[in-house]
Nanobody
């Protein structure tokens, strides 16, 4: 497994931007598809975005498509989530996760970082 640490969360006004980072350590970072998930208070955790090991393939939840961008730097063992045009409904704890190539289950998770969007 890989160890993950998120950073970059905070309080921002609606319409603003934040960039989340997730630093990985342990096994080879390029062996993993990386994803971002979020969980709002009282709700289930939901998928936000993911990126393939070589960054060729990305996918997004419909609610964030066109506003969020996932990227990675394998030389820095880091994945990013650029969040623009933030809305109050984006308020949640955001988690970074990793799944090994050719597997379907995310089995490494970070501790989460809080994002709060005020109206």
């Amino acid at each position: 497994q890989v160890q993950l640490v998120e950073s970059g969360g905070g309080l921002v006004q609606a319409g603003g931007s934040l960039r989340l980072s997730c630093a990985a350590s342990g096994r080879s970072f390029s062996d993993y598809t990386m994803g971002w998930f979020r969980q709002a208070t009282g709700k289930e955790r939901e998928f936000v975005a993911e990126i393939s090991w070589n960054a060729y393939i990305t996918s997004y939840a419909g609610s964030v498509k066109g506003r969020f961008t996932i990227s990675r730097d394998n030389a820095k063992n880091t994945v990013y989530l650029q969040m623009n045009s933030l809305k109050p409904e984006d308020t949640a704890v955001y988690y970074c996760a990793a799944r090994a190539r050719l597997t379907a289950v995310y089995n490494s998770w970070g501790q989460g970082t809080q994002v709060t969007v005020s109206s």
